[in-house]
């Protein structure tokens, strides 16, 4: 990995479009999720992994920018941008991308790795060899600048 991940094409579904013509809302955090899980090889994660281990990953807060209207049948990719991590969570951006080169919309997502194997669900460490995927991708992208829209929060700015 030299750059941040990006996914293959993705199109966007007709049942997906709301009735002002566009995509609906939702819809970006799927077409985000859709690109994360075909990044998540890359860290070790996916269904074998659960499966071997008992552990997944849970997102416990996801913040869209919607920057440009998607429509019916349109083409994006999206990429993948490991922001920073510890032992139990880590920090993507993600840039959802036009076939024709336009910023569609972000997401900045803190995800928590979850051990399920006991009767409830709790926040776990992820085993070393998770955690060198997070340092290789970590290393990889270490020449990306912080996204601009990285670490923003909502509400009404007051003069």
Request: charged share 20%.
């Amino acid at each position: 990995m030299t750059n941040t991940f990006r996914s293959t094409p993705l199109t966007v579904l007709p049942e997906w479009i709301d009735y002002n013509g566009h995509l609906n809302m939702a819809y970006y955090s799927v077409l985000m999720d859709q690109s994360a899980d075909q990044a998540y090889p890359l860290l070790g994660f996916g269904p074998d992994y659960r499966d071997r281990t008992g552990c997944t990953t849970y997102v416990a807060e996801f913040h869209i920018c919607y920057v440009r209207e998607l429509h019916e049948g349109d083409l994006v990719t999206s990429t993948f941008h490991l922001i920073d991590y510890d032992a139990k969570r880590f920090h993507v951006f993600q840039e959802l991308w036009h076939q024709d080169g336009w910023l569609a919309a972000t997401g900045e997502a803190l995800t928590l790795h979850v051990d399920q194997s006991g009767d409830t669900p709790k926040v776990a460490p992820m085993p070393d060899d998770i955690m060198a995927n997070m340092a290789a991708m970590k290393q990889s992208q270490a020449h990306l600048p912080l996204p601009e829209r990285a670490g923003r929060k909502i509400g009404i700015v007051r003069k």
